[in-house]
Structure formats: structure tokens, C-alpha cells
């Protein structure tokens, strides 16, 4: 199975910085015959179901505020939110959808210094 | 738009069974592969099945092969998951999930661009 570790844990961030979260798959999620990537990224707030932000590592899905950006390669990825707002406060994950077991990462909890 | 409702969950003694449903509306459901996603209390997400558009295909994890059946029925717009041999770290909320539009020459993506809100499993005796 292809293991996904996000870094950090967690993280606190005041709002209108920077919060950077990253994402490492135990092999490459590079698909050689398309050139895509296989990596996906969901917000969830509590008590919700997750929300895709991110697909092809960097694809943002309809809706999702430019603040967002997914980026990466090959097994390091990373998702950035610019100007951070109070409502992105959220636990995000990544997901690998290149092979089956799709696996996610622990996630990341990101709160309000 | 898109709108995935669940149902069937409770609770339920471990080694005894129990029948998701997911109806869907908002979009041609016989034309994607859908899956299951499930979330242990206060843990993370960890994907268990799915199965093609047509039925035809379907993987599981091994943390549920041999105990779980997923299915669909076009005609209806529904997605089932069939647990059986129930344990108490079965215990989650399982989400239905739409898989995304799938790459060119591509039948599936892999990745879900809607959730349901979700059915609380509860295994114990």
C-alpha cells in the first residue's frame, strides 16, 4: 500500500499569514503515460464531510478561493493557503488516487494563532 | 445539484449485520464509480470500497475484504454496503462518495468531488 504522511500535525496560524502543509507518498504518484498526478487534497470542518479542494496535485476544484494552492511532484506535495481566514479552519488531508488501496494521509489540523 | 444521502446506520452487536444505502440525485449516477469512505470517532479517513459504474468492478480494502459487500442499483440512483461479521473497530461515520470526472481514456479518477453528511456505524455489545 502506498503510505501518506502529511506534516505537520498540527499547525497555528494567525490570520492573513501563511499556513503551508505538506504531504509525502511512499512512492511516486506519477503517472508516466499521462503525466498526472494522482494526488488529491479535502478540507473538513468539524462535523462535515470533506470537501475536495485539490485534484491532479494542483487542480483546484470549483469554488475553492485562490488563497488555495496545491503543488508538487513525484512524492512531495504541498498545499498552501495565502491570507488565512478564520473560516480555513479546518483538519485537511491528502489522498493518493493512483492505486488501489486509495490511502489518505493522518491529517493536518490547522487553527487560529 | 449534486446530493448523496445515506442511511441504515445504528447500532449494532459485534458479529451481527447491517445494510447502508446512499441515494443519489444531481447527476447521471450509471456514469461513475462510486465508493465508500469511512471515519473511526475522532480519527482519520480511511477508504474501503468502490465499485464501477455498471457494477462490474468492485475492490475493498483489506480491513473489510470478505465482510463487506458494496453494490449498486442504476436504476434506483442508489449505492449500497452490505457489513456482515461487524466488529467494534468497525465503529465510524461511513460516507458515500461520488468519484471525479475521470482523466481522458480513463474510466475512473480515484478521487471524490461529493460527500454525504455520513451514517454513524456504532459496534458494541
Known amino acids: 500500500d502506498i503510505v501518506m504522511t502529511q506534516s505537520p500535525d498540527s499547525l497555528a496560524v494567525s490570520l492573513g499569514e501563511r499556513a503551508t502543509i505538506n504531504c509525502k507518498s511512499s512512492q511516486s504518484v506519477l503517472f508516466s503515460s499521462n503525466n498526472k498526478i494522482f494526488l488529491a487534497w479535502y478540507q473538513q470542518k468539524p462535523g462535515q464531510p470533506p470537501k475536495l479542494l485539490f485534484y491532479?496535485?494542483?487542480t483546484r476544484e470549483s469554488g475553492v478561493p485562490d488563497r488555495f494552492s496545491g503543488s508538487g511532484s513525484g512524492t512531495d506535495f504541498t498545499l498552501t493557503i495565502n491570507s488565512l481566514q478564520a473560516e480555513d479552519v479546518a483538519v485537511y488531508y491528502c489522498q493518493q488516487h493512483y492505486r488501489t488501496p486509495y490511502t489518505f494521509g493522518q491529517g493536518t489540523k490547522l487553527e487560529i494563532k | 445539484q449534486v446530493q448523496l444521502v445515506e442511511s441504515g446506520g445504528g447500532l449494532v452487536k459485534p458479529g451481527g449485520s447491517l445494510r447502508l444505502s446512499c441515494a443519489a440525485s444531481g447527476f447521471s449516477f450509471s456514469d461513475y464509480f462510486m465508493g465508500w469512505i469511512r471515519q473511526a470517532p475522532g480519527k482519520g479517513l480511511e477508504w474501503i470500497s468502490y465499485?464501477?459504474?455498471?457494477?462490474?468492478?468492485?475492490y475493498y480494502a483489506d480491513s473489510v475484504k470478505g465482510r463487506f459487500t458494496i453494490s449498486r442499483d442504476n436504476a434506483k440512483k442508489s449505492l449500497y454496503l452490505q457489513m456482515d461479521s461487524l466488529r467494534v473497530d468497525d465503529t465510524a461515520v461511513y460516507y458515500c462518495?461520488?468519484?471525479?470526472?475521470?482523466?481522458?481514456?480513463?474510466?475512473?479518477?480515484?478521487?471524490?468531488?461529493?460527500w454525504g453528511q455520513g451514517a454513524l456505524v456504532t459496534v458494541s455489545s
Open positions: 462518495a461520488k468519484d471525479g470526472p475521470p482523466p481522458q481514456y480513463y474510466d475512473s479518477s480515484g478521487f471524490y468531488d461529493s
Open positions: 465499485i464501477s459504474s455498471s457494477g462490474s468492478s468492485k
Open positions: 491532479w496535485a494542483s
